[in-house]
């Protein structure tokens, strides 16, 4: 049975338009929004002041992600924007400030990318103090079913048209939609295989790229070029696994922080549920890589998997949060509060966390925004949703340990 649902312990309504996107940062100090209108703002966790506040895009923000001391917003005006990140100033931590009082952050550089298809980057942030550049993967640059890869901040194409060139060679639009069976890429997801072994060198690792299709279907590739080798029209990736679950365009996608299984939800009324460690061979008619789970409600379009991979998070049209099990697909919980849709989900992390390069130290000034261990705790428990009217409702969550078979 589900249990009874509770109230947003927090509203922020810094917002105009529509919230397209959220992010949370790793360490759960700041919350990251952007709208329909290409704002974005930069909101503290202990204060639930903005920090920052700014005309990012001339258009609708697609995804918005700290990364280490810069910000990156990528746009429907088909722009990526590397930011560098705002301090919290003392003047905000003494007394409110409005939107107009905040500083804008300074842009440090930016890159041409292709937003027809309304899919976000998927940033991987490579480990290690040697790394000096970390991946990005976008849609490709003129055909939207096709993927690029891209090393940051150098801004150097690695990996050009990721795909089956083949399929959509047939494309008869000039200004980028696909014409290829699986239609444009919707959503992305580029990780190291978990099965990699454990090394310094960068040649043991395997880099996985899972695309989200506007036919339903969900595709998991692996390159199997050289690491320091560049590619083009899909040469040096092979397909892993392909998987169709849904009858309608996968609205969103999320993998677990472990990269063990994605959530694809749609229109429809299924929940996709992909294994990833999954081999190609392995992956069969009989045992196939990814399972649709059916749900009560149709119209779905965010999905979020918390950092212990037990729960998941589902946005609805209807404007209403759905908590599920990610073994089971088992309803725990309804979270009513928005009247609009629901477009943008995201969990704090509770797990043990280890800092990132560039993330902030610990703030021990002792100001009045600071906050105790037990607080700490209770954040981590967060679950922050963003909606078309233009509010961002933070809840506190169970733990769900004691009622669920997750």
């Known amino acids: 049975m589900a249990l009874p649902a509770p109230s947003p312990i927090h509203l922020l309504r810094s917002h105009s338009s529509a919230v397209s996107?959220?992010?949370?940062?790793?360490?759960?100090?700041?919350?990251?929004?952007?709208?329909?209108?290409?704002?974005?703002?930069?909101?503290?966790?202990?204060?639930?002041?903005?920090?920052a506040s700014w005309k990012a895009h001339t258009d609708s923000l697609l995804g918005i992600q700290e990364w280490g001391s810069q910000i990156i917003t990528h746009g429907r005006d088909n722009k990526l924007h590397v930011w560098a990140r705002p301090e919290e100033s003392a003047s905000i931590r003494q007394g409110p400030a409005t939107l107009s009082d905040l500083s804008t952050p300074t842009i440090c550089y930016s890159m041409d990318v292709n937003a027809l298809n309304y899919c976000k980057f998927s940033l991987l942030v490579l480990a290690g103090a040697r790394a000096?550049?970390?991946?990005?993967?976008?849609?490709?640059?003129?055909?939207?079913?096709?993927?690029?890869?891209?090393?940051?901040p150098s801004r150097k194409r690695l990996h050009a048209a990721i795909g089956d060139p083949l399929d959509t060679s047939?494309?008869?639009?000039?200004?980028?939609?696909?014409?290829?069976?699986?239609?444009?890429?919707?959503?992305?997801?580029?990780?190291?295989?978990?099965?990699?072994?454990?090394?310094?060198?960068?040649?043991?690792?395997?880099?996985?790229?899972?695309?989200?299709?506007?036919?339903g279907s969900v595709v998991l590739r692996n390159r199997t070029a050289p690491e320091s080798k560049q590619t083009v029209e899909g040469h040096g990736w092979e397909v892993v696994w392909k998987s169709k679950l849904h009858v309608e365009s996968v609205m969103a996608m999320s993998v677990s922080s472990d990269c063990t299984f994605a959530l694809t939800v749609s229109a429809d009324h299924l929940v996709g549920r992909y294994d990833l460690l999954k081999t190609q061979e392995e992956a069969s008619e009989s045992t196939p890589a990814g399972t649709a789970f059916k749900t009560k409600h149709l119209g779905n379009g965010a999905v979020a998997i918390r950092s212990d991979g037990r729960v998941c998070a589902i946005g609805g049209w209807d404007g209403k949060v759905r908590l599920y099990s990610t073994k089971t697909l088992k309803l725990l919980g309804t979270?009513?509060?928005?009247?609009?849709?629901?477009?943008?989900?995201?969990?704090?992390?509770?797990?043990?966390?280890?800092?990132?390069?560039?993330?902030?130290?610990?703030?021990?000034?002792?100001?009045?925004?600071?906050?105790?261990?037990?607080?700490?705790?209770?954040?981590?428990?967060?679950?922050?949703?963003?909606?078309?009217?233009?509010?961002?409702?933070?809840w506190a969550l169970i733990n769900f340990k004691k009622t669920s078979t997750v």
Request: with cysteine; net charge negative; aromatic share 6%.
């Open 170 to 215: 047939a494309t008869a639009f000039s200004d980028g939609r696909s014409g290829s069976k699986s239609g444009i890429i919707m959503s992305m997801h580029l990780f190291y295989s978990v099965s990699s072994v454990p090394s310094s060198s960068t040649s043991a690792r395997e880099l996985r790229l899972l695309c989200a299709y506007e036919d």
């Open 21 to 51: 996107t959220l992010f949370i940062s790793t360490d759960n100090e700041r919350i990251y929004s952007g709208d329909s209108a290409g704002q974005a703002i930069v909101t503290s966790t202990r204060s639930l002041r903005p920090l």
């Open 335 to 394: 979270l009513v509060h928005h009247k609009q849709g629901c477009q943008a989900v995201t969990f704090a992390s509770h797990t043990e966390r280890v800092p990132l390069c560039g993330d902030l130290k610990e703030d021990d000034s002792g100001d009045e925004d600071e906050i105790t261990v037990e607080e700490k705790h209770a954040r981590d428990w967060w679950l922050i949703a963003g909606s078309t009217d233009a509010k961002v409702s933070i």
């Open 132 to 152: 000096q550049e970390d991946l990005i993967a976008v849609p490709n640059l003129v055909e939207s079913a096709l993927a690029d890869i891209w090393s940051l």
